[in-house]
């Protein structure tokens, strides 16, 4: 009787002698390390190992209500200055954006819209029609998403309306959110990996992203960014 | 003590339950003639079932009284059937009997009943278009002359005694329509028309639900269902048919302006105004409605105040976002929306 002497006097006595390892869930424990103590660190240590991993599951905050750091309302002066044969400066940086722009919930609920508001009617799914294709690199206005979200809110030459008045601003920015997804620019865990009509290319979330070239014109003019 | 309160609250427990069999939303007060049908097969098995558990239960108090009496017994015999046995086997028998022709009974009945409720009905149907949407429902009254269709949302009128062919549709997600005084369930799947035909037989207010689960706000999904008398129901639908009341005074066109002007006119439409919106409810007779939102809330302007000033703490995740408006805005887009009976 060398090991689990205290475990072993709750049994009936044994006949021989028996050496009983008993699991230490079920019995007191000994006084030193046995085996028992061992498979119960390990259980510990996988449940709080599982408890961290689940900890991670952060895929997607779902806010029901647009995120207020910003005024809504967009001003006079427009966040890009980038014109069709004008500079290149980025936009001044909107604390919405990236709220938007890898969020799931938000980038789906642009895809919602995109067909709601009849984007698709000129950009077709994104390879373009009466206006250009979105799923490409070519960005005449700026890829940014605050960039996109001033293009669709104050319209831009030859063409694009401005749908500032008719569509709320969480929506101009949900719309942007899912543009950028289009041609891979969006977070991967956060674009969508389906649509609900047929495409020849792949889904969004698999889509890869191509150098930002901004306007040709602009490039042209040999104006660097 | 514990028992006599009980035995005291026994019948109030009854009662209660026995209130849910009746009410607007209720399989088991039928007020139309498939409801009538699922709800006669529905009570065929409840009592060949019931009756068949009770044999049960009875069989097994007796089996367990006789054991407990005959283990002092000597035992019974192996292979062969002893005297005793032959009483057991006769039961056996009828056991079996009535198990078969209980099941045959309920097959009879349920392929009867099926048949039933395919069936084509007699006299001409009224055709209505349902589509659900997340979290409403579009309902089209269709007609063969074009100009005499017409377009609610969560609002379903039936004449009583004249079947209503209802087609099905989904704009979404997969959503099943239920209104359990008139009929069964029926899916309505994206991309395929389902029918369902309703033949309502008595006049009264009744309660449809989503019954496939649809995402957030699927609870609140509901669909008001009126059975009313045909010269009402005609009545009813020649109203529908007309545009929405012009605004009668400068408030009223200050908030049918901000309705054209703000962001509403994108999604809603309004019969007679330029708003042409298709995919929310069309607003055309918004205050004539028992309900809001889909039975998210009774309707009244109060309720529609709130629902404007911030949809979202109504009915959280829909797709009804928040308009800025100022507050005189809002109150001109209330009076407004008010006015459209």
């Not at chain 1, 569509?167 to 389906?194: F, H, N, T």
């Amino acid at each position: 009787m060398k090991r689990g002497s205290r475990t072993a006097s709750l049994l009936p006595k044994p006949e021989c002698d028996l050496t009983i390892d008993a699991p230490s869930i079920f019995f007191p424990r000994a006084p030193f390390p046995t085996r028992g103590d061992f498979v119960r660190q390990i259980i510990t240590a996988t449940i709080v190992a599982a408890c961290l991993t689940a900890a991670a599951c952060d895929r997607e905050t779902r806010a029901v209500r647009a995120p207020t750091t910003a005024n809504g309302v967009s001003g006079p002066v427009s966040p890009t200055s980038l014109r069709a044969g004008g500079g290149l400066a980025l936009p001044p940086v909107d604390p919405r954006a990236p709220l938007y722009d890898g969020n799931a919930y938000q980038i789906s609920e642009g895809q919602r819209y995109y067909e709601w508001f009849n984007c698709s009617g000129c950009h077709a799914h994104g390879g373009g029609d009466v206006g250009p294709a979105l799923m490409d690199d070519e960005w005449r206005y700026g890829g940014a998403i605050t960039q996109i979200r001033a293009s669709i809110a104050e319209g831009r030459p030859n063409g694009m309306p401005s749908f500032s008045d008719k569509i709320p601003d969480e929506q101009l920015w949900q719309i942007a959110a899912y543009v950028r997804s289009m041609g891979g620019e969006a977070d991967k865990l956060a674009a969508s990996s389906r649509d609900d009509h047929m495409r020849a290319t792949p889904p969004n979330n698999q889509a890869k992203p191509g150098p930002e070239h901004g306007d040709a014109t602009a490039a042209r003019l040999g104006a660097a960014r | 003590m514990i028992r006599r309160s009980l035995v005291a609250c026994g019948p109030w427990l009854l009662v209660w339950l026995l209130a849910g069999c009746a009410g607007a939303q209720s399989a088991l007060d039928p007020a139309g003639d498939q409801a009538a049908r699922t709800e006669s097969l529905w009570t065929l098995m409840l009592w060949i079932c019931g009756v068949m558990y009770l044999l049960v239960l009875l069989f097994l108090a007796a089996s367990i009284w006789r054991a407990r009496r005959r283990l002092a017994g000597p035992p019974l015999s192996q292979g062969q059937a002893s005297p005793a046995e032959r009483p057991l086997l006769r039961a056996l028998t009828g056991w079996v009997g009535l198990t078969v022709a209980g099941l045959l009974v309920l097959t009879v009945g349920s392929f009867v009943v099926d048949r039933q409720l395919a069936q084509a009905e007699a006299g001409q149907a009224l055709r209505v278009k349902v589509t659900a949407n997340q979290w409403w429902w579009k309902v089209e009254y269709e007609d063969p002359v074009a100009n005499r269709r017409f377009i609610t949302a969560n609002e379903l009128h039936l004449p009583v005694d004249r079947p209503a062919r209802i087609e099905l549709e989904a704009g979404d997600v997969i959503h099943s329509f239920w209104v359990p005084n008139l009929g069964g369930k029926q899916d309505l799947i994206p991309g395929r028309t389902n029918h369902l035909t309703l033949t309502p037989r008595r006049m009264g207010l009744f309660r449809g639900q989503c019954a496939e689960f649809c995402g957030l706000q699927h609870a609140n999904m509901a669909l008001d269902v009126t059975v009313e008398s045909p010269s009402a129901f005609t009545a009813w639908s020649e109203h529908q048919r007309q545009p929405a009341r012009a605004p009668s005074d400068p408030r009223l066109a200050r908030g049918r302006d901000v309705f054209v002007g703000a962001a509403c006119a994108s999604c809603h439409a309004v019969g007679g105004q330029t708003a042409m919106g298709q995919v929310g409810p069309d607003l055309t007779h918004l205050a004539s409605r028992r309900s809001l939102a889909a039975g998210a809330r009774p309707y009244s302007r109060g309720a529609l105040a709130g629902w404007l000033a911030d949809p979202q703490s109504l009915k959280p995740g829909n797709h009804m976002p928040y308009v800025a408006t100022n507050p005189d805005e809002l109150n001109a887009l209330v009076d407004y929306l008010d006015s459209l009976k």
